[in-house]
């Protein structure tokens, strides 16, 4: 059965400005990339510190744009020990802020950013009270057993 989340894939209008935001910006490394057999750049992988994946896969040319009631993707969301921190850090490197850090109906802090294809990024600290931490302890309980 399903192990864990392997990547989350994106395609993106400019990848050095995307590499610039992932990596300088949010921390993710470089880890390797993928070719076709013509030997054109194809995707780039980046390594999360958590070890999964993100894929970056060159060629975009439409952008969509996010609405509330879209259908789909809705947005790529990074667990962070420090929100706080986290906001500090997007305004000190130049990225966008579009929401500073608050606590949502789940108890978890969080605050939101994009990247430089408009994709929607929340940042969220988990707080102990939260149903996703009660979850997580309730599954680790049932690995215990």
């Known amino acids: 059965m399903i192990?864990?989340?392997?990547h989350v894939a994106l395609?993106?209008?400019?990848?050095?400005?995307?590499?610039?935001?992932?990596?300088?910006?949010?921390?993710?490394?470089?880890a390797f990339d993928i070719h076709r057999e013509d030997g054109t750049p194809w995707i780039v992988y980046l390594r999360c510190p958590d070890g999964r994946f993100i894929e970056l896969f060159y060629g975009g040319s439409v952008k969509?744009?996010?609405?509330?009631?879209?259908?789909?993707?809705?947005?790529?969301?990074?667990?962070?020990?420090?929100?706080?921190?986290?906001?500090?850090?997007?305004?000190?490197?130049?990225a966008p802020l579009d929401v500073a850090p608050k606590q949502g109906l789940d108890k978890n802090w969080q605050c939101w950013s994009h990247d430089p294809d408009g994709n929607p990024i929340e940042f969220m600290q988990l707080d102990p009270a939260s149903p996703q931490a009660a979850a997580r302890a309730a599954l680790a309980g049932e690995a215990r057993v």
Do not use: N, W
Not at 3 to 6: A, D, E, M, S
Not at 13 to 26: G, I, K, Q, W
């Open 64 to 94: 969509t744009h996010s609405a509330p009631d879209r259908i789909g993707f809705a947005h790529l969301c990074f667990e962070v020990d420090d929100i706080q921190q986290v906001a500090e850090a997007l305004r000190d490197k130049g």
């Open 11 to 30: 395609t993106v209008e400019d990848m050095e400005a995307s590499l610039r935001f992932y990596c300088d910006v949010l921390g993710c490394h470089r």
């Open 3 to 6: 192990q864990g989340i392997g």
